[in-house]
């Protein structure tokens, strides 16, 4: 029997071992949570539990690339990694949000009737791994994009909490896509939110605003739900997450006959 794990801290409100344990027989693998306060003694840590790959999580997306003996190009351009396999005692680096937000953006777009060209522009709430592989789909679709940060002086590519609200109350014609990036909402903190929308927006009617937040539990967030009030279109983390999450089976397990991919 093979052994996975998620690492990251904290994990308490992850979904990841349930839909591994949903897809993958258990005689065939097991699957852990296994929160960590470091990523110091990393590869002990794999060796001393035959780790045959593992997810990674907040807050260690961008910290691990350091650790790791190689990444993808796609990776690597990213700059942030959420799966690692182990291939001969070595540690390679993927990252599959990144197809994952594409393909369930794209996904959200068609239900709405909306082609690509039609938004004006894109936001993404955050600057860590997350908002990263966001940003790399955005750049893949042919979406211009800029970060929204607290910390400006960081990140030249971003402008201020303030700013956004301005922006998108100045589009009102124009179709924005607005991607919370950020763990802010996630669960138990549920009464927490990036950017409130009751104090921001006095109108209702955002009808060309599309909110993406990548939170799934809860779903639907606080952000969602006073988004939605306001007539924005709200999307949640869940489908990303499950993309995600079979793609980066698929890259565990592609050397095993026995698995069997489940379809998209």
Known sequence: ?????????????????????????????DYRLCEMTSLDGLRQWVSDNDIS??????????????????LTS????????NCVKVMDGKLIGYNTDAPAFRHT?????????SPLSTLHSAFILGTGGAARAVAYALDQMGINYTFVSR???????????????????????????LVNATPVGT?????????DFTLAFTNSHIHTLILYDLIYNPSPTLLMRQAAAKGAKVVDGIAM?????????????????EYQPIAK
């Not at 953006?105 to 009737?113: G, I, M, P, R």
């Open 74 to 81: 796609e990776a690597k351009e990213i700059g942030a990694v």
């Open 241 to 257: 997450l499950r993309l995600q999450a079979k793609l980066s089976r698929d890259i565990l397990f592609a050397d095993n006959t």
């Open 187 to 195: 669960w138990p903190n549920v009464d927490a939110t990036p950017l």
């Open 151 to 177: 910390h400006l002086e960081q990140h030249p590519n971003s402008i201020g909490y303030n700013q956004i609200i301005q922006t998108i109350k100045q589009s009102s014609n124009q179709a924005i896509l």
């Open 105 to 113: 953006l794209e996904d959200t777009l068609s239900t709405l009737h």
């Open 1 to 29: 029997m093979k052994h996975y794990a998620l690492i990251g801290n904290p994990l308490g409100h992850s979904w990841s071992q349930r839909l591994f344990e949903e897809a993958v027989p258990h005689d065939m693998a």
């Open 53 to 70: 790959g593992f997810n990674v999580t907040l807050p260690y997306k961008e910290a691990i690339l350091p650790y790791l003996d190689t």
